[in-house]
């Protein structure tokens, strides 16, 4: 017997219904908003990671030797390839872009709650609009996307910050500091201990009391101190452009999951402008659900003109933590709309069984009819087991009488239906319409 790989997960029928709901309805949201669907490929050239993220990125790649000699990579997040996409085409897409797509990745990471190593997410992503529009598009979509699937703002925030505060504030203090490697110390502040950050902070070039003063001001959420601070053009022009954003996101009707939050750093470099992240507001859920954020250097960096670019990544996995913590996880139940029962073998039996289970499936329902030769019992205990809703029954006995008999599962209660007027012009023929 062979078990799965560590790291990778099946999903029985009842689990992947539930789960296909909730792809169903953040993909629903993400077409109300203008998202186009895109398909893109499972494996990529390893130096699409490589040069964006360095050679260490190789320690968390599932990367081989194709057949050819050339380096390849198990796809580990979406980003890169549909930056590629958008270089391949430029010219011809009309501007701004808006692609979404759901599908999983792989990253060879430590196992944890809600983190694996084949993973599925959503990502929705604008290219081409540097305008603050399109940052509270996507934190609309993605308060939106929530509130569609039973979610609250009591029990979800987004936690909203600006890369170019982090980097202007920085580099205010002294320009030999390593921006980059402070602003990832920032992004694991919640992580660790206090001297433990405040370690990073200074491995990345911050003396103690600068560290200290840093922490202070981001830890107030004041970004009239945080204009003192840094008395900059650039602190001050990002300062500008995340309140346009909350401005423009509030009145789009997601104000009230939008929180002020400048120690939201995410971690990866190529963020450029608007970040956020999506938290349980309990507490509950203590890891990030989602994030996402601007990102305009990215295009240019993969060989394309210069395109602005903010996007979003809901994942599965810490989604369903949310999902089920707030009790708004799909109930995870199979469920049927018919079985066509039969008894008997004769012809008539098998015509008119083969024709009402073709009619209701040509009318959109889930039905299932006996593939197995069963016995009447059989079928019926087969029938409950798969959740069927009702039973129409398609016996000799019946059809001597020209009729079918229609049972209520749920009540145990029958009736009987003339053969030719089963399911007839109903939508959904039930008991109650023959009773």
């Known amino acids: 017997m062979y078990d799965h790989v560590k790291g990778v997960r099946d999903f029985y029928p009842g689990e992947m219904g539930a789960r296909r709901a909730v792809i169903d309805s953040l993909e629903n ?23 964006k993220s360095g050679e260490e990125i190789v320690e968390e790649l599932y990367s081989f030797e194709d057949k050819s000699g050339r380096h390849v990579a198990l796809t580990p997040e979406l980003t890169p390839t549909v930056a590629r996409m958008v270089v391949a085409k430029q010219q011809e897409l009309a501007k701004p872009i808006k692609w979404v797509s759901t599908r999983p990745f792989w990253r060879y990471e430590q196992v944890q709650q809600g ?11 604008v290219f081409g609009s540097s305008e603050p529009a399109a940052d509270a598009e996507v934190l609309a979509f993605a308060a939106d996307a929530l509130t569609e699937l039973g979610l609250g703002s009591r029990d979800f925030e987004f936690r909203v910050s600006h890369r170019d505060i982090l980097g202007g504030m920085l580099e205010s203090i002294d320009t030999d500091i390593d921006v980059q490697a402070a602003i990832r110390a920032v992004d694991k502040s919640e992580k660790v201990e206090q001297g433990e950050y405040y370690g990073l902070l200074e491995d990345a070039g911050l003396d103690r009391e600068s560290a ?3 922490d202070r001001v981001l830890s107030s959420g004041d970004l009239e101190e945080v204009l003192e601070f840094a008395g900059t053009e650039r602190v001050e022009s990002a300062v500008s452009n995340l309140q346009t954003v909350l401005d423009t996101a509030s009145r789009l009707g997601v104000g009230e999951y939008l929180t002020l939050s400048l120690e939201t750093a995410r971690g990866l470099d190529y963020y450029t402008g608007v970040v956020f992240e999506c938290f349980d507001s309990t507490g509950e859920v203590s890891r990030s659900v989602f994030g996402g954020g601007r990102y305009d250097g990215l295009i240019e960096s993969v060989g394309g003109q210069p395109t602005p670019a903010v996007g979003v990544a809901p994942g599965l996995a810490p989604l369903s933590l949310l999902l089920e913590r707030a ?18 073998e004769s012809d008539r039996v098998e015509e008119v069984a083969a024709r009402i289970t073709r009619e209701l499936r040509s009318g959109g329902q889930v039905t299932e009819t006996d593939i197995s030769g069963r016995s009447f019992g059989a ?18 006995q019946d059809l001597a009488n020209e009729q079918v ?24 023929p039930t008991y109650d319409d023959f009773a």
């Open 405 to 428: 008999t229609i049972k209520e599962m749920a009540s145990g209660d029958q009736t009987t239906a003339p053969v030719e007027a089963f399911p007839g012009e109903h939508d959904r």
């Open 115 to 125: 983190r694996y190593r084949e993973f599925y997410q959503l990502n929705a992503d």
């Open 212 to 214: 200290r003063e840093f």
């Open 379 to 396: 079928q019926m205990g087969y029938a409950d087991s798969i959740g069927a809703e009702t039973v129409v029954i398609v016996g000799e």
């Open 327 to 344: 009790g708004v996880w799909p109930d995870e139940a199979i469920a049927t709309d018919y079985y066509v029962l039969r008894v008997g």
């Open 29 to 51: 949201v993400a077409r109300r908003y203008g998202f186009r669907e895109i398909g893109t490929p499972a494996i990529e050239s390893a130096d699409l990671y490589i040069e």
